[in-house]
């Protein structure tokens, strides 16, 4: 289950670099996968309405991150439409996206975070998706492979962040 807030702070003019509003997800449940091809991850999406072109928002991630094997899993951003929004340069067949995640030790949940700043051009609402991709086993957010019921193994929450930044 996810939850999203949103508040606001636009008041008078704001200066340069000012977060104008904030808007927030955060994923309390599991999620698995083991596609080869990137998946919205289920409760990581926010949406924000710019207030004007010229802003930047700020996509701050913060996973709970499990994996089945040593194999990597690659993480991005999307928009609503599904476009990559980090594209690095000449990825030639590599995946595509904001990085590769590998967890120290089957069984093991650990943090994955990561940041950029978007320049969206529009005052229309826009959607960011945390999505990922695997290759050849199971990654999980917010659980380890070993989800058994023991003072061993925790869960975890996941969330995502924007911030709209004054341009």
């Known amino acids: 289950m996810a939850s999203m807030k949103q508040s606001s702070i636009l008041q008078g003019v704001a200066q340069k670099g000012s977060v104008l509003q904030v808007v927030s997800a955060t994923k309390k449940d599991t999620f698995s996968t083991t596609s080869s091809t990137y998946v919205d991850i289920t409760g990581l999406t926010a949406t924000i309405t710019p207030s004007a072109t010229t802003s930047k928002i700020l996509v701050s991630v913060a996973l709970s991150f499990g994996h089945s094997s040593d194999n990597n899993s690659h993480l991005t ?5 599904n476009n990559v929004l980090i594209d690095p340069t000449s990825p030639g067949s ?21 940041s950029f700043l978007h320049e969206p051009s529009t005052t229309s609402a826009f959607t960011y998706k945390v999505s ?36």
Do not use: K, W
């Open 77 to 81: 951003i999307r928009d609503a439409s």
């Open 94 to 114: 590599r995946a595509q996206g904001f990085m590769s995640a590998q967890v120290a030790g089957i069984g093991n949940q650990e943090p994955v975070s990561f």
């Open 132 to 167: 990922g991709q695997t290759a050849n086993n199971t990654f999980y957010i917010n659980r380890s492979d070993s989800d058994n019921n023991g003072s061993n193994r925790g869960r975890g929450i996941s969330t995502i962040i924007l911030m709209e930044v004054a341009g």
